[in-house]
């Protein structure tokens, strides 16, 4: 709580004790204390409240899930297979990518969504600051996937997908379309692949994208969020943690300060034993 009586303010700044639990950016959460959606033992809370550990915080009227320590902050790449889902549980039973999940300080967050029917990369990460930028329209952070394309596609349908289509939650469009080969080539068929990129995390714009010019998307893979490429060797399935070069890119990326390196202790070298001489 704020401190009274001039001494040392205690605790934590509110924002950050929210933005640590994955609610949004400390940006947001001043926005949201602002607006009477955070209540602190009971009572409203305003700008520049602080709280302790045993203080209880309430966002939108549901007990806030506090993370006391600040936990090492991680990133995991997925390549997700198609048939789960990016929910944390499924009213119909279906696979969730949480499930394979390790254990972590505070809660993964997915960056982004992908499909029941879509595959491809997917970070998490335990860090709600960057989860919230890297989603955030505002950042314009880009998403590329290889799609393959049932049906004809003309330069002029590319021209109009990058020029912008109105859709029904309001104009999209590809920032890039390239195809694996000429739009003119027979061999191409109706089943060819293209690379888009997007800067929106909009529910199945890619699809929607496409199926606005009446074809539709066969196979949809992410293979790019941001500076992050899914790694060749990365299997469907598979979990891999970000290493300390790339996490400390993907801070950067959207103007966060990246985190401290981990300084693990250097292995002891085993200690040599004399012979004993005979």
Request: proline content about 7%.
């Amino acid at each position: 709580m704020t401190s009274k009586g001039g001494q040392a303010p205690r605790g934590e700044k509110l924002q950050k004790v929210l933005a640590r639990a994955g609610l949004g950016s400390r940006r947001e959460m001043e926005a949201a204390i602002q607006a009477g959606r955070v209540e602190v033992e009971g009572r409203l809370a305003t700008l520049g409240d602080r709280v302790g550990p045993r203080d209880h915080v309430a966002f939108d009227g549901r007990t806030v899930q506090r993370i006391h320590r600040e936990p090492p902050r991680r990133v995991l790449l997925y390549n997700k297979p198609e048939g789960e889902v990016t929910t944390r549980s499924d009213p119909e039973g279906r696979p969730t990518v949480f499930r394979r999940l390790p254990r972590t300080r505070g809660r993964w967050i997915a960056v982004g969504r992908l499909d029941l029917n879509s595959q491809g990369l997917l970070l998490f990460t335990n860090d709600g600051e960057l989860a919230n930028a890297l989603m955030h329209p505002s950042q314009g952070v880009e998403r590329e996937y290889a799609c393959r394309i049932r049906g004809l596609v003309t330069d002029d349908m590319v021209d109009r997908l990058v020029a912008g289509v109105e859709l029904e939650d309001g104009l999209a469009h590809f920032e890039v379309v390239e195809s694996a080969m000429p739009l003119d080539d027979p061999q191409e068929g109706s089943n060819a692949w293209f690379h888009v990129i997007v800067t929106e995390g909009r529910r199945r714009e890619v699809r929607r994208l496409w199926e606005s010019q009446g074809v539709t998307v066969s196979r949809l893979i992410r293979v790019r969020y941001g500076p992050v490429i899914m790694p060749r060797d990365l299997r469907q399935g598979q979990l891999r943690e970000l290493d300390e070069a790339s996490c400390r890119e993907l801070y950067e990326h959207v103007g966060l300060a990246p985190p401290e390196p981990s300084r693990a202790p250097s292995p002891k070298r085993p200690r040599s034993r004399k012979r004993k001489q005979r």
